[in-house]
């Protein structure tokens, strides 16, 4: 409000630029891009941004859900609520896990963009620090090891008709897709970098996830054998 509304008569960008770099690294200040190039993401300027705590923000949300999932089929049960509503109320909640899981991915290869300013010292393009991107990978397989949570409620299940479980959509559409997409998008991150997560160590990540189970002699659960047909 102060940067758009206060009358100016002279100096006016050179001002208006030095009010801006004053804010310089100051997060309630950031304003950040929509992105349109999927190798060069800015996780923090995404739709459903998770602040600066990627687990905490998760382990929130997830709680958050599993009182939604408890709760949903007698909020739900007003005969003015449309019945479409109704059925499609476990979707909702699928695509919020999705959503989350999505935006966790972009942490995988990520470049915070900062607009140039006049006078600042900070690079416009800067890769995700690597301990960030593992972070960000640990949180998505911590999420998705165990879904169960989302079949705890039979009649939320129900909502949308006759659905065993809601889960098994869950290992099918996550992590996979999202993890696999970004690794093969990580060079930029990685060239610019000088202590990189590289795509290798990325992908060694990944088959220690899928396949923890086997290395230790024990059979792999289905969603583990679906999750390595699509790394495969």
């Known amino acids: 409000i102060k940067w758009l509304y206060t009358p100016l008569a002279e100096n006016e960008e050179e001002t208006l630029d030095e009010w801006l770099s004053e804010k310089t690294g100051d997060h309630r200040f950031f304003y950040g891009k929509r992105n349109g190039i999927s190798y060069a993401v800015d996780p923090r300027a995404l739709e459903g941004d998770l602040g600066s705590d990627i687990a905490a923000s998760i382990a929130q949300e997830t709680e958050n859900l599993k009182f939604v999932i408890a709760h949903a089929p007698e909020w739900l049960k007003d005969d003015g609520i449309p019945e479409t509503y109704k059925e499609l109320f476990p979707d909702f909640l699928f695509l919020k896990v999705f959503n989350h899981v999505r935006n966790m991915s972009y942490y995988i290869g990520g470049v915070y963009q900062?607009?140039?300013?006049?006078?600042?010292?900070?690079?416009?393009?800067?890769?995700?620090?690597?301990?960030?991107?593992?972070?960000?990978?640990?949180?998505?397989?911590?999420?998705?090891?165990?879904?169960?949570?989302?079949?705890?409620?039979?009649?939320?299940?129900?909502?949308?008709?006759?659905?065993?479980?809601?889960?098994?959509?869950?290992?099918?559409?996550?992590?996979?897709?999202?993890?696999?997409?970004?690794?093969?998008?990580?060079?930029?991150?990685?060239?610019?970098?000088?202590?990189?997560?590289?795509?290798?160590?990325?992908?060694?990540?990944?088959?220690?996830?899928?396949?923890?189970?086997?290395?230790?002699?024990?059979?792999?659960?289905?969603?583990?054998?679906?999750?390595?047909?699509?790394?495969?």
């Open 114 to 232: 900062d607009e140039p300013h006049a006078g600042r010292v900070q690079p416009t393009n800067r890769p995700v620090p690597r301990q960030v991107q593992k972070q960000a990978m640990q949180s998505i397989f911590d999420l998705c090891s165990d879904m169960s949570w989302m079949d705890a409620n039979r009649d939320f299940m129900h909502l949308g008709g006759p659905n065993s479980t809601i889960s098994s959509m869950a290992y099918t559409n996550m992590p996979m897709m999202h993890i696999m997409f970004r690794i093969a998008r990580m060079a930029l991150s990685v060239e610019k970098s000088d202590a990189p997560y590289t795509q290798k160590e990325a992908l060694d990540d990944v088959a220690s996830f899928i396949f923890r189970d086997s290395r230790q002699g024990k059979a792999l659960a289905p969603r583990h054998m679906t999750w390595a047909g699509q790394y495969i």
